[in-house]
């Protein structure tokens, strides 16, 4: 099934309906997908990072949660296949999807399904909640969501104990504030492992559209300089091939939220930003001392507001002290095609 997954589109797959062996499963997602191509031609990917995923979803094996998500990320250009992050839009149709192949059930008067999935790339659990009639998932709604034309049925997701699932802790150095290559960086992994540093202090306003950051050779040779020492610090090890950590450039917000936000993903400018980043940036912003907490402007209650290229993002992070109580997210999803993809027969 091909969803529309918050500002994300992936291929969802049953668990076993794919190889159980990785390295077959992952040449096939790549025929599947057209890559390694720049345009995808031969496959159904749509030639950018954030049309090139896959949601693969089952039963959920040691019952922690009703089902299990496991998101993979296909280059479009180098082919490989990541499992080292999750994908928080591909989670917003990860419920819907579980509901339309009946890994799980509801009632016929039913208006609501709430369902526990274990996002297996970091075996951290999110809850999602969506309105279904008649058993059905209903994707019609009056919700609107930057970077998605249109508005369709929120889909709410709370996550449990985010920090560190990538990278041990919230905080993997301890530090907020950590230094690299004299620029002040909060290393975070509170749902995605990202690098958050001031804008300005790598020669940009934050205003830049993505194209003209894209453009900037000087600035993209740095902030890469500066995601390669910090993955080792992030117990990431060596993260050249690899699309972890995030970077995103901060700065004062512009057009009526609390924070203004660039993210490099790692490498193209998102033109969105990332659902788990979001919450990892957010919560960034929120940690007194951070490069990001001296350009925030956030009134200290609600939803944590972040600008990006193509409009707003919110995100719900409560703190006590440096500890995260509780994150959460509203996103929407759609059913966009259900049926059989013919893949090219040679990797």
């Known amino acids: 099934m091909l969803m529309r997954g ?13 190889p159980a062996d990785a390295a077959e499963r992952d040449s096939l997602l790549r025929r599947i997908m057209g890559s390694p191509d720049s345009r995808q031609i031969d496959g159904v990917g749509g030639a950018h990072p954030l049309t090139s995923k896959v949601a693969i979803v089952g039963s959920c094996s040691d019952q922690s949660a009703d089902i299990e998500y496991l998101f993979l990320q296909v280059g479009v250009e180098d082919g490989g296949v990541s499992d080292r992050q999750n994908c928080g839009n591909l989670l917003a149709g990860v419920g819907p999807f579980a509901l339309e192949r009946a890994l799980i059930t509801t009632s016929g008067d039913a208006s609501e399904a709430t369902v526990r999935i274990l996002m297996r790339n970091t075996d951290t659990v999110a809850t999602a909640r969506f309105p279904v009639h008649g058993g059905a998932p209903v994707y019609d709604g009056v919700t609107a969501i930057s970077g998605v034309p249109g508005t369709a049925a929120a889909i709410d997701l709370e996550f449990d104990d985010l920090g560190g699932g990538s990278c041990g802790s919230m905080l993997p150095t301890g530090n907020i504030v950590d230094t690299i290559r004299g620029v002040e960086c909060t290393l975070i992994d509170n749902g995605m492992p990202v690098v958050v540093l001031r804008a300005a202090d790598v020669g940009a306003t934050g205003h830049e559209t993505c194209a003209e950051l894209e453009a900037n050779e000087e600035l993209r040779t740095e902030v ?26 901060v700065a004062p917000p512009g057009t009526g939220g609390h924070l203004l936000t660039r993210t490099f993903i790692p490498h193209r400018c998102h033109e969105a930003i990332g659902v788990l980043g979001a919450v990892s940036v957010a919560t960034a912003g929120l940690l007194e001392g951070s490069p990001a907490s001296e350009v925030i402007e956030y009134p200290g209650e609600g939803a944590v507001r972040l600008e990006h290229p193509t409009g707003f993002f919110d995100a719900v992070v409560e703190l006590s002290g440096n500890r995260v109580e509780r994150a959460g997210i509203v996103r929407t999803a759609r059913k966009l095609m259900d049926g059989i993809v013919f893949p090219r027969t040679n990797d």
């Open 6 to 18: 918050g500002s994300s589109k992936g291929a969802y797959f049953l668990a076993d309906e794919l």
């Open 224 to 249: 890469e300089k500066i995601r390669l020492e910090a993955g080792p610090l992030m117990n990431l090890g060596e993260v050249s091939d690899t699309t972890v950590p995030k970077m995103t450039l």
